[in-house]
DNA sequence: GGGCACTGTGTGCACACGCACGCACTCTCG
DNA sequence: CGAGAGTGCGTGCGTGTGCACACAGTGCCC
């Protein structure tokens, strides 16, 4: 993560599909940025921590590894090492599976929980002077139409 | 850069905004993976380069490397090194300012323009069938409005 | 039951990036 | 004119990431 927001973005002859396509990767990383300086100044949270953590908050049952890497956007290999960390902090547990010796359920513990509880806090109130509190409920719904587009 | 594209993204009980901002992050990491991929693997390119070469495309003067770093999404010692890299290979040209002795003065080069106008082609067509060809104008305009209210 | 392809996970290595620093140069002010 | 603050640019260092590989375990098919 990069930790400035830079990038004016006012480029110059470009599509009107080109400049929305700058403007939409330019607006995540910029969104993403600042919500990772912000997650790391008050928690000591790398994005990536709190993505993983994300997710798990919303299972109700253990996940395995290769879950966290299909439905996050991260890698496999990055989910091992970030696994690992949070295990070390005791935020989330990992449990060799029953059924797949190979396998592991990874859970949020509830320290993990809490943390996760504060940081989602603290990313709102990162999010809601450059994001949430300026744009209205037909822009929400812009954006939801246009992510269905592009996901199908 | 990624190089895959994964993430369903299809989280569970989130309010309107937030999934509207994971979808923003997960289009727009998501679809310049994929430009990424697609200009390493037709031109050996990388998409930092490409981005450095976007905008010196469309500038008629030379510019300083300060700029490039204020105007691009990259930092500034990335674009020392971006354009160090391009010199490298005759893409860019680097002539000290005439004014400021400590400025550099950067443009493309006829054989970097030739490049980039290869590169933007692919480009485009790596984007079509993911981004362009889902939108209609109203998607786009849509787009257009919220960048606009998220820049200011 | 035994061999074999396949899957789930973790790791060494190379690479790219940001940060902090250093250097050369410019500007300002007394 | 000279000293000090400020600016433009490049670079060493630490960190994080993806890729390719290795290893253990599973399921299939004969």
Redesign the interface.
């Known amino acids: 993560m ?1 930790g ?1 927001d ?9 599509s ?6 700058y ?10 940025a600042r919500v990772d300086r912000e997650l790391a100044r008050v928690h000591g949270l790398p994005l990536s921590w709190f993505e993983v953590m ?2 798990l908050n ?2 109700q049952e253990p996940v395995a590894a290769s879950d966290l ?5 991260l ?1 496999r290999s990055q989910v091992s090492r970030v696994v690992d960390a949070l295990a070390g902090r005791g935020l989330v547990s990992r449990t060799p599976s029953a059924s797949d010796a190979r396998s592991v359920r990874i859970e949020l513990t509830g320290q993990g929980r809490a943390l996760f509880a504060e940081a989602d806090a603290t990313r ?1 109130a990162a ?1 809601a002077p ?3 509190d ?2 209205d ?1 037909a ?9 269905r ?4």
């Open positions: 990069n400035m830079r990038a004016d973005l006012s480029l110059g002859p470009l009107e599909q080109d400049h929305a396509f403007g939409l990767v330019w607006a995540g990383t910029t969104l993403a994300l997710w919303y299972q890497g299909a439905k996050t956007m890698s709102r999010l450059v994001f949430t300026r744009l409920a822009d929400i719904a812009a954006l939801e139409a246009v992510w587009k592009l996901r199908a």
